[in-house]
């Protein structure tokens, strides 16, 4: 059955039906004019919102639908841990066709509800518009945060270390053997299926995220990593007016990105780059706190890695290479709609 035969209002009562969890603070969910929430006391709220587009973030017969919910939520749930917050209300936006299958978005809107209960997050509206050409996912997410704690991307100070969580790259290499299947790939199914299951489902550090704001350790600056690092760390580095260098043998890689990176002669910086859609968190830390850090992360379960320091030239990232050798990198090298 096609939608055109339900109706907006019969996919927003069945959206309505398969709602999972709900939230000691809403006081009006789904179906009215707006939502209504009592905002936790002490607490700032924190707002963000992410779409996803067809064919520009994802591709239909690429990604499963399950996939595609759950991954519209996971990206901004990512956002709501780069500032140190805790994910609370989200607000749905589905620009679909009257021609698109009702099957297909009852697993998109289950794979999107399955992400809200296990993240805890309370599916408080939104709204269903046609889109006849192409399906998008809009997310606006409502969280908190402890107002003295908010991490931003201001405050990064030369001396300062440059900090990852996780490993690098998998996405855009996950993303890379999905899109092209032939030539074939070299190198084994399971590191095959690790790496597009880290572009299918990022899992957003919002553990590591609550141990850091947790601490008494200094983070002068943090974001999620979306656009790939050269232009993410760009985006720190203008903020604090200043620069940062970055030691290639330091950047974290997954032992299934350096196989099939091997297997394959890919250059793995570059991939680490630009490639983008880690969603790790990356931040700035004096090295006397940081020394507290991995301590921090151990109950959170991912490993964090010193990448580089904060440098006082403005705007200048440089990579050491392995071979010990400078070179610039450039801002550009990062993911932008509308530059080519
Ligand atoms: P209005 O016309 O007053 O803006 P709508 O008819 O668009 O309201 O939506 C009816 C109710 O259903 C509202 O509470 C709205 O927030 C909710 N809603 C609409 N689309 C969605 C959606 N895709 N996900 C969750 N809630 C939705
Ligand atoms: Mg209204």
């Keep these: 059955m096609a939608l055109k035969r339900l109706g907006e209002f ?36 924190i707002v963000t ?52 299958s009702l099957p297909y978005l009852n697993k998109l809107i289950d794979g999107f509800l399955d992400a809200c209960a296990q993240f805890k997050v309370e599916l408080v509206g939104g709204d269903t518009v046609s889109s006849p050409k192409s399906l998008f996912i809009s997310v606006t997410l409502i969280g908190e945060a402890p107002k003295n704690r908010l991490f931003t991307r201001h405050g990064a100070q030369p001396g300062n270390g440059v900090f990852v969580t996780g490993s690098l790259g998998n996405s855009a290499l996950g993303l890379k053997l999905l899109a092209k299947k032939k030539p074939a790939w070299k190198g084994s199914p399971k590191d095959v299926k690790f790496l597009i299951d880290a572009h299918f489902s990022p899992v957003p550090r919002l553990m590591e995220s609550k141990a850091l704001s947790r601490s008494t350790a200094k983070i002068t600056s943090m974001l999620d990593l979306s656009d790939g690092l050269a232009g993410d760390l760009t985006h720190i580095c203008q903020a604090g ?15 299934a990105f350096i196989n099939i990176c091997a297997a394959n ?13 880690d969603y790790e968190l990356l931040f700035t830390s004096p090295l006397k706190d940081a020394k507290k850090i991995p301590g921090l992360f151990k109950k ?41």
């Design 241 to 255: 007016e200043v620069g940062a260098r970055l030691w290639e043998d330091r950047l974290p890689r997954s032992p």
């Design 49 to 100: 919102t992410d779409t996803l587009t067809e064919d520009v973030h994802f591709k239909k017969n690429l990604i499963p639908p399950e996939r595609l919910g759950y991954k519209a939520l996971a990206v901004n749930i990512s956002d709501i841990a780069a500032m140190g917050g805790t994910p609370r209300l989200a607000l749905l936006t589905l620009g679909i066709s009257a021609e698109s």
């Design 300 to 340: 959170a379960g991912s490993p964090v890695s010193q990448i580089g320091e904060i440098t006082a030239r403005p705007g200048k990232i440089v990579l050491v290479g392995n071979n010990g050798r400078e070179t610039i990198v450039s801002p550009s090298q990062g993911f932008d709609h509308f530059k080519s």
């Design 10 to 45: 019969g996919l927003i009562s069945r959206i309505r039906a398969r709602l999972k969890y709900r939230s000691g603070q809403t006081i009006l969910g789904m179906g009215d004019d707006c939502a209504a929430y009592k905002p936790a006391p002490g607490k700032c709220q």
């Design 265 to 277: 002669k890919l250059s793995s910086a570059e991939l680490i780059l630009s490639g983008g859609e």
